[in-house]
């Protein structure tokens, strides 16, 4: 990033100063410190929120509990983490919350990981093998339901909104696949080894060693108490409750002439995040657990933790709106445009696979632009549509979560990043034109 980040900037100052646009780049400098840190505001209260009902449900142990269901897997693949580390229970949480399209409760939960998984590192401000693998993952994590895209299709008339599910799932398989083994095999180059290699993996076996002492945290929020026969109750009621309302909810649909598949991924997209909150509090009430004062206790954490990603997210869009405003983005796009087409890539989906790994919010916006004007059930429409799910806003996920715990030399989680981008962008081309265009 010490390279990456100068050179985006730079180059963007020169191009600007040879095509005319150095008013707009300043323009943009200045606006998108201003959105990085709206941006960031924003986060506060996501994070303090979620990373509150996290410690919730940490603290009545379930996180352990899912663990160790996946514990074979997450053992392969991260096996210099102890298989009851409190990591890997974040790491599960984030990669779930990720596959279900609750981007909001996944960034908590996955830089609660990142913070589980600096406790084991040796080395302070490197980036450990088991941190760029999660990052990979993160930056790929199939997704089993992309809600938000679907629900945009749909209000953009879209006569097949649901269209994309298979695709995005394929597509996120092959650039998970990839992103693993992109992590697995930089980390044996020598540029990106880490200096003291036996200190990691001593501090690892250590770890490993002590088995439930390296977790005095969740001991010490109430992962032992017994349930609670009324707390079960009470949850058992709450559920209930939400069940009946989801039902008339349904129902008034079907009423009113909704087709029921819509009115099931519009049900799911607004209903989802509210049922997993009442989830999460019922199970803390089943298990005893304080849920309020745990709650807030969390929630100063994740507050804190915002705070501190602050100057890394200005950082990283002030770089990306620059590179936008100084037209490097046009030429890029005007140079590879024809080789791209003739490989079933259409030259408008270019922009956003190019801004996707460095903004979010702006890939959105060139993918709504680029279905008004050209139609959601179009074959660039159905690729926007699949690339927004495929692909990750890469650099935004290393600046939010190696900021978090201070990591500064990223080795080869970028590179990591990428690879998995790339292949997403692949995925996302093959399965569009296979299985939507024939």
């Not at 079960?232 to 129902?251: N, Q």
Request: charged share 10%; proline share 5%; aromatic share 6%.
């Amino acid at each position: 990033m010490n390279w990456i980040w100068p050179a985006l900037i730079v180059g963007s100052v020169v191009a600007a100063g040879f095509s005319g646009r150095m008013a707009e780049v300043t323009a943009a400098s200045i606006d998108s410190a201003k959105a990085a840190v709206t941006l960031a505001i924003g986060l506060l209260g996501v994070m303090a929120f979620w990373l509150g009902m996290m410690r919730i449900v940490q603290a009545g142990g379930f996180l352990h509990t899912l663990a160790r269901w996946l514990r074979p897997l997450m053992v392969r693949l991260f096996p210099e983490v102890p298989a009851d580390h409190p990591a890997m229970s974040a790491m599960i949480m984030n990669m779930a919350s990720n596959m279900l399209g609750l981007g909001n409760a996944a960034t908590p939960f996955g830089i609660k990981a990142m913070q589980e998984l600096d406790s084991l590192n040796p080395q302070p401000g490197t980036a450990t093998n088991a941190m760029v693998l999660f990052l990979a993952i993160n930056t790929s994590n199939v997704a089993l339901a992309p809600l938000g895209v679907i629900a945009l299709r749909a209000s953009l008339g879209s006569a097949d909104a649901a269209g994309i599910w298979l695709p995005t799932l394929l597509a996120t398989a092959f650039s998970t696949l990839v992103g693993i083994l992109a992590a697995k095999l930089l980390q044996r180059l020598p540029v990106f080894a880490v200096q003291d290699a036996g200190a990691e993996s001593e501090s690892t076996s250590q770890h490993a060693q002590q088995g439930e002492h390296a977790l005095p945290n969740d001991s010490a929020l109430g992962t032992k108490r017994p349930t609670s026969a009324t707390g079960c109750t009470v949850a058992v009621l709450s559920l209930i409750a939400v069940g009946v309302g989801f039902v008339i909810f349904l129902g008034d649909g079907l009423a009113a002439g909704e087709a029921l598949g819509s009115l099931l991924r519009n049900a799911v997209s607004s209903w989802l995040l509210p049922v997993l909150i009442v989830v999460m509090l019922g199970y803390g009430v089943a298990k005893r657990i304080a849920v309020y004062d745990v709650m807030i206790e969390g929630a100063k954490e994740g507050f804190q933790i915002a705070i501190r990603i602050i100057p890394f997210l200005v950082a990283i869009i002030v770089a990306a709106g620059m590179f936008r405003a100084s037209g490097l983005l046009d030429a890029l796009i005007s140079v590879t445009s024809p080789v791209l087409s003739a490989l079933g890539f259409p030259a408008e989906a270019l922009p956003m696979a190019i801004l996707r790994p460095l903004s979010g919010s702006g890939a959105y916006a060139i993918m709504a632009e680029i279905m008004q004007a050209e139609g959601p059930d179009s074959l660039v429409g159905y690729l926007v549509s699949t690339l927004q799910g495929s692909t990750e806003t890469t650099f935004y996920v290393l600046a939010v979560y190696f900021g978090a715990v201070g990591v500064t030399r990223v080795r080869h989680a970028l590179a990591a990043g990428l690879t998995a981008d790339v292949a997403g962008v692949v995925g996302a081309v093959v399965a569009v034109n296979w299985l939507l265009v024939g």
